[in-house]
């Protein structure tokens, strides 16, 4: 069954810190595997898309995440965080039929 | 504006009204989607159209209705509000993979 994990509901970190928001998927096909990030009282707006044409996908804002299928994950990270970057953060596994929102993160960032 | 459009923003009603949110967008594409978010679930698919005349239900349909009769427009009601019903709902768009939301509308069943 089609379905996307992520850990940990709340990450802090401090600013300039490393960024790591996990997510774990399970599909029977090739994945399209996406990030969007909510800012409060907002829509959510894509951050990155895996698609099958690179493993490693650069997004908006310095993000990036990885694909990796033996590990079936897809974590999203950020080499130093800004405090522009709390918000809530989504991993979403998509098929032509099926679309799956994880549960969110909400990322703080200490001053 | 081109986008993406909900409306009302913010909407109080009671136990047994019919509520329906508008949603609007003006890229012409052909699927359009309803969520709800709620703390602890994340998003939820309410509904999905895959073009004008064409809906189907997603995780969480009940006591929901929706409609399409243009391509631009997608909306949703409730047909006998419910406290249960009390939730942000989204409405998005999409053509091929990437998914464009809306603002939202911050539904209050009393």
Redesign the interface.
């Known amino acids: 069954a089609q379905s996307v994990t992520q850990l940990g509901s709340h990450v802090s970190v401090s600013e300039g810190a490393l960024v790591l928001l996990r997510c774990n998927y399970s599909s029977s096909v090739p994945p399209?595997l996406?990030w969007?990030v909510q800012y409060p009282?907002?829509?959510?707006?894509?951050l990155l898309?895996y698609?099958s044409a690179a493993t490693l996908v650069k997004g908006i804002n310095g993000f990036e995440a990885e694909f990796k299928k033996s590990e079936t994950s897809f974590h999203l990270t950020k080499p130093s965080a800004h405090m522009s970057d709390a918000a809530e953060y989504?991993c979403?596994n998509?098929s032509a039929s099926k679309?799956i929102?994880?549960?969110?993160t909400r990322l703080s960032i200490r001053p | 504006d081109a986008g993406i459009t909900q409306s009302p923003r913010y909407k109080i009603t009671e136990t047994g009204r019919q509520v329906t949110l508008m949603c609007h967008q003006t890229w012409s594409h052909s699927y359009m989607f309803w969520y709800r978010q709620d703390l602890g679930h994340g998003l939820r698919l309410i509904y999905y159209s895959a073009a004008a005349d064409i809906t189907d239900k997603g995780e969480v349909p009940d006591g929901y209705v929706v409609s399409r009769s243009k391509t631009e427009n997608f909306p949703l009601t409730l047909e006998s509000a419910t406290r249960s019903q009390t939730s942000v709902y989204f409405c998005a768009s999409s053509e091929r993979d990437t998914q464009y939301f809306g603002p939202g509308t911050r539904l209050t069943v009393l």
């Not at chain 1, 009282?41 to 894509?46: E, H, I, S, T």
């Not at chain 1, 929102?101 to 969110?104: Q, Y």
């Open positions: 399209y996406f969007y009282n907002q829509g959510l707006q894509l898309k698609t989504f979403d998509s679309i929102f994880g549960s969110g």
